[in-house]
């Protein structure tokens, strides 16, 4: 399939929404009050982070995004809920509660980080908010009768094991495709989910050991997990060294697309955005995973969380696809 069409697809994106900040720069010197290097501030730039992350890359593939998640009353709150309402192709059904908005601030010096400074709350939700979640949730499958649901979790105390669950049985009962983009909690809330994408590390908590890619590429352990999530697709990344999936027909390897890395951040929100977004287009798992691939390649030769560009996604693609 060598023309990329996602135009129609929509997908509920679940997760803990942020912001990313960037403080821009240069060093000037060391500080004469103490042992630290001054930072001399130029620019500052906010990005949608996190969860509403993964509805700008879906929104950059040409599908609609349906974002549900939390946000303070705050300012960065309001700052979160004005880009929102820049991009027509998200639609917004995030709530306004009682905690802060999270925010990633990034201190950068001639493209080279310097420190991060999180301010967040990743206390688990109260019983009234997971109510509320759940109504939300129900409300926008209801709405927008989505093609698939993505659970982008940060483990920041939204995703809780009751909503994972419930989610995925309603969305199962109504035919509708859920992916998985976990974090090291409530993994085993996620079982039975369409397709679930660890990345190394979290793969390797999962199973409280170690791996090489040899022992990955081998499938047992693999398939032994991908059985235990019953999953249809399990996507590991892996890095440098790219994307390693089972399914029923056994275990595969897509290396990395060779390139300078400037930056990883974001790059396994574009992964699983695409993975959505393709399978949801009747796309096969072999070239979703070949276009996650390239997509997440791309945003790595960037700086900054950049979401996936879809000219530049379609060019490479079809550039090998000929």
Not at 176 to 191: G, H, L, W
């Amino acid at each position: 399939m060598s023309e990329l069409k996602f135009e129609g697809r929509k997908i509920i994106v679940i997760g803990d929404v942020m912001i990313d900040r960037y403080l821009e720069g240069n060093v000037a010197g060391i500080s004469p009050e103490a042992d630290v290097p001054v930072f001399r501030k130029q620019a500052v730039s906010n990005y949608l982070g996190g969860a509403a992350n993964v509805a700008v890359n879906i929104s950059n593939l040409g599908a609609k995004a349906i974002l549900i998640g939390l946000r303070g009353n705050d300012p960065i709150g309001a700052e979160l809920k004005s880009l929102l309402d820049e991009n027509l192709n998200i639609i917004d059904y995030t709530i306004t509660c009682p905690r802060i908005t999270t925010v990633k601030t990034r201190i950068i010096s001639d493209d080279k980080h310097l420190i991060r400074i999180d301010s967040e709350d990743n206390r688990v939700v109260s019983e009234s908010i997971e109510v509320q979640l759940l109504q939300q949730i129900q409300k926008a499958i209801k709405e927008e009768c989505p093609d698939g649901i993505v659970f982008q979790d940060y483990n920041k105390g939204m995703l809780t094991p009751n909503i994972i669950t419930e989610v995925i049985a309603l969305s199962k009962n109504m035919g509708i495709k859920t992916f998985v983009d976990p974090k090291f909690q409530n993994i085993e809330a996620y079982r039975h989910a369409t397709l679930f994408k660890p990345n190394k590390k979290e793969l390797e908590y999962l199973i409280q050991e170690q791996l090489s890619i040899g022992e990955m590429k081998s499938g047992e352990i693999l398939e032994s997990l991908r059985q235990r999530m019953d999953c249809k697709f399990l996507v590991v990344t892996v890095g440098a060294d790219g994307i390693i999936y089972v399914d029923n027909r056994g275990i595969h390897h897509h290396p990395a697309i060779d390139q300078d890395i400037v930056d990883v951040c974001g790059a396994g929100d574009t992964v699983i955005s695409i993975l959505a977004t393709a399978l949801c287009s009747d796309y096969s798992i072999d070239d979703a995973v070949v276009l996650a691939n390239i997509g997440g390649g791309q945003v790595c030769g960037v700086s900054g969380v950049k979401a996936v560009n879809y000219t530049e996604l379609k060019k490479e693609y079809t550039g090998n696809h000929r």
